[in-house]
């Protein structure tokens, strides 16, 4: 028997299912907008996104349903900062993410006293006034860091571990990078302390890269430090292509580089300090205060080998070093 519905039942349900997305896109504009500074390019951090995004998720916060995140990338151009920290700034985002170094976390600390900000960067936040301290950081600015740019003088030592004959080594750096003269000057001091002479290759885009590999036989540099830097991270790539069509040794900063094919890296975990980032953010916006919260710091320093670089180059691993890798890819 057919059902009949009347002219006011009909209104009432139409109104109903009309109000329905209604709703949902109104809870969606209530959701908390998060920005996520960064120097470098999108493409090459995707993984280290989703890490982020993960720690959020920790917190119970899940992009497109509770909350929403406006990114601003830099492209590797430092200068370009101060404005997309800025932009973010008026886009009146509950919480800042400057990723990629002290230089992103200083652009938004300039842009804002009184929004949260959470780094993530390599170097000492205290050595560039971000923080009162590391326990209490005071203010609106705490974070993760994992210190990767102090190691330069230990990657140094191991490289010459891996070949012991070399007489030279070579150091490409980004001079833009607020973090490579201390950087720099650490490297410098350790290659002098191990007898060797140092070359540093300034490089800001690839031209710049592939031209530092070139001047190697110029410099008779028979290995190389990849000085820690975001740009260089996102050319990973290209770099390990051209440590192996040099037939150059390198070590550097992260696993992520060995991955790509270059020998061997010493450092944190870099993907797991934005995961603590995105933890972070959820805290905040759950109503923790910044000042309270301590800057994360690394438990663990890995090394990790690629044995088949190793095989390409034609080296052998020493058994102590093999011994003391965290991981070792074949």
């Not at 607020?178 to 070359?199: I, Y």
């Amino acid at each position: 028997m057919p059902v009949t519905i009347g002219r006011r039942e009909l209104i009432a349900a139409l109104s109903g299912a009309a109000a329905w997305p209604l709703a949902a896109r109104a809870q969606q504009a209530a959701a908390p907008v998060v920005g996520f500074l960064h120097v470098a390019s999108p493409e090459p951090y995707a993984a280290i996104r989703a890490n982020f995004l993960q720690g959020l998720q920790e917190t119970g916060y899940v992009v497109g349903q509770n909350v929403t995140i406006e990114y601003r990338w830099a492209e590797g151009r430092y200068d370009r900062l101060p404005d997309l920290a800025a932009d973010l700034v008026r886009r009146q985002v509950a919480v800042l993410i400057a990723g990629g170094g002290p230089a992103p976390a200083l652009a938004a600390k300039s842009a804002t006293s009184t929004i949260p900000i959470v780094f993530v960067m390599g170097d000492d936040p205290l050595r560039h006034g971000l923080v009162a301290s590391l326990s209490r950081p005071g203010g609106n600015v705490t974070g993760a860091s994992f210190f990767t740019t102090a190691l330069g003088a230990k990657r140094l030592e191991l490289l010459r571990d891996i070949v012991p004959k070399v007489s030279a080594i070579a150091c490409l750096v980004n001079p833009t990078n607020p973090e490579t003269e201390p950087q720099t000057k650490d490297v410098r001091e350790a290659a002098r302390a191990l007898g060797l002479d140092l070359q540093v290759l300034n490089a800001t885009n690839e031209g710049e890269i592939d031209a530092g590999f070139a001047s190697l036989i110029q410099f008779r540099a028979g290995a190389m430090l990849v000085g820690s830097d975001p740009y260089f991270l996102s050319r990973r790539n290209r770099i390990a292509a051209l440590t192996i069509r040099h037939a150059v040794p390198a070590i550097s900063s992260s696993r992520e580089y060995v991955a790509a094919g270059v020998l061997a890296s010493y450092g944190n975990n870099i993907p797991d300090s934005y995961r603590q980032a995105g933890i972070y953010t959820g805290r905040i916006l759950k109503g923790e205060k910044v000042a309270d919260l301590p800057v994360v710091r690394p438990t663990k320093f890995e090394l990790v080998l690629n044995l088949n670089t190793a095989k390409v180059l034609g080296l052998t691993i020493p058994d102590k070093l093999l011994a003391l890798a965290d991981e070792v890819i074949e």
